[in-house]
């Protein structure tokens, strides 16, 4: 196995860890020669080795001893999609996924949601878990963005590599939190769309050394 492996392995224990994804559920992925590597369907983060995680080309032949997450398919079509994407986290975290469950998206109540690429956060229409569907869904909310919820089930980040989606995963959670906090005592007042544009491109060059 290669270090790849390793690393996809890690980022899926940090994320349980960091209290954004619960259980088996949740996957990761990282981009590979040909395709990707993703965590396995339905094991424990805990009780995996490196060896479990899952090789996938973009045919959607998976290679290996275990058999890849059930939501591959967003996860391949990411990658197709944005060359830039390096990596790809999907978790049912607390608020976030509370947020979807309501159908609705996160709005410009504060500048870090232009930290995703726009002025709100979508909310990617339901489809059934594992389809080409949900995966056609997550990838219209995600059109120029780095996440988006998805309706009744959770949330999807897109990074350059597994840290920088792993900051970005706990950093949604965090807005979501922020959002639902600010939804129990009536509601924000948002941002005006100059603003949000300003915000966008002090973004452009946002934690470059």
């Known amino acids: 196995m290669t ?3 390793a690393a996809v392995l890690g980022t899926a224990r940090a994320m349980n860890a960091a209290g954004i ?5 949740g996957n990761v992925s990282a981009r590979a020669d ?3 590597v993703v965590t396995p369907t339905g094991m424990s983060y805990d009780a995996c080795v490196a060896e479990d995680m899952v090789a996938v080309g973009m045919d959607g032949t998976p290679s290996g001893r275990r058999k890849p997450s ?5 996860h391949r079509d990411i990658y197709a999609a944005r060359p830039e994407v390096g990596a790809v986290i999907h978790t049912h975290s607390p ?3 509370s947020l979807a469950c309501m159908g609705t998206g996160i709005p410009a109540f504060h500048y870090m949601v232009a930290r995703f690429g726009g002025a709100d ?3 990617a229409d339901y489809a059934t878990f ?3 569907a949900l995966s056609d869904a997550v990838l219209a909310a995600l059109d120029g963005r780095r996440g988006c919820l998805m309706a009744h089930h959770g949330m999807v980040v897109a990074g350059g590599d597994l840290g920088d989606a792993l900051a970005l995963a706990i950093e949604l959670e965090g807005l979501a939190e922020q959002y639902w906090r600010v939804l129990q005592i009536g509601g924000p007042r948002l941002l005006p769309g100059d603003e949000m544009a300003r915000v966008l491109e002090k973004f452009r ?3 470059r050394q």
Do not use: I, K, M, P
């Open 70 to 74: 059930s939501e591959w398919r967003f």
């Open 205 to 207: 060059d946002y934690g």
């Open 3 to 5: 270090d790849l492996h």
């Open 130 to 132: 594992g389809t080409q």
């Open 95 to 97: 608020f976030a996924t």
């Open 34 to 36: 040909g395709g990707f």
């Open 121 to 123: 956060v979508r909310c």
């Open 21 to 25: 994804n619960r259980g088996t559920a």
